[in-house]
């Protein structure tokens, strides 16, 4: 079965960085991309990006071009999100999720990261 | 930029139909595909209606896409409400020239 599986909560300050990662199980990597959305407290989904696992192309939220990263290790089947720069604001829940396409459906979900910015 | 807009919340009585819109801000809604995700407290989202209207493989035919060009707008049907739908939906679609992802603000569902 198709599995997603991110790594723990994080806390870091205002100004550091943080890589998630996302590991993939049950099916073939390279054959989907994975999106990476977040989701302060309380908040709605915001949709921050997506890679090809099969390239490493990637389409990126203009409000976090320049601070985000996203790249994929086909050895491993992992995927990774790095945003830099980090604010108080960027305290969220991040999730990873599977997409054939940029514009296509989120088909399978990670459990999610919470990672928290805070001085 | 393209932005998509939801009713913040809406509520309805178990066994009644609820509609939830999503209306887009600018060009053709129906240029791109819109999912709609289901969202219970504390869980990731789960996709109840793909590429407009389709549902995956375990949503219950209670759930239905459509889209209304007319007025730019994506719509979630619940019919036959029971309160284990209560939940927030979001809609979901991509804006073309900005080669990005586009989320809805979500609309909290309740069943009284």
């Given at each position: 079965q198709v599995q997603l599986v991110q790594s723990g909560a994080e806390v870091k300050k205002p100004g550091a960085s943080v890589k998630v990662s996302c590991k993939a199980s049950?099916?073939?990597?390279?054959s989907y991309g994975i999106g990476w959305v977040r989701q302060a407290p309380g908040q709605g989904l915001e949709w921050m990006g997506w890679i090809s696992s099969y390239n490493g192309n990637t389409n990126y939220a203009q409000k976090l071009q320049g601070r985000v990263t996203m790249t994929t290790d086909t050895s491993t089947s992992t995927a990774y999100m790095e945003l830099r720069?980090?604010?108080?604001?960027?305290t969220a829940v991040y999730y990873c999720a599977r997409a054939l396409m940029v514009y296509v459906n989120f088909d399978y979900w990670g459990q999610g990261t919470l990672v928290t910015v805070s001085s | 930029n393209f932005m998509l807009t939801q009713p913040h919340s809406v509520s309805e009585s178990p066994g009644k139909t609820v509609t939830i819109s999503c209306t887009g801000?600018?060009?053709?809604?129906?240029?791109n595909y819109v999912q709609w995700y289901q969202q219970r407290p504390g869980s990731a989202p789960t996709t109840v209606i793909y590429e407009d209207n389709q549902r995956p493989s375990g949503v219950p035919d209670r759930f239905s896409g459509s889209i209304d060009s007319s007025s730019n707008s994506a719509s979630l049907t619940i019919s036959g409400l029971k309160t284990e739908d209560e939940a927030d939906y979001y809609c979901q679609s991509y804006d073309g020239i900005n080669h990005g992802g586009v989320f809805g603000g979500g609309t909290k569902l309740t069943v009284l």
């Open positions: 049950g099916y073939t990597f390279t720069s980090l604010r108080s604001d960027d | 801000s600018s060009g053709s809604i129906a240029s």
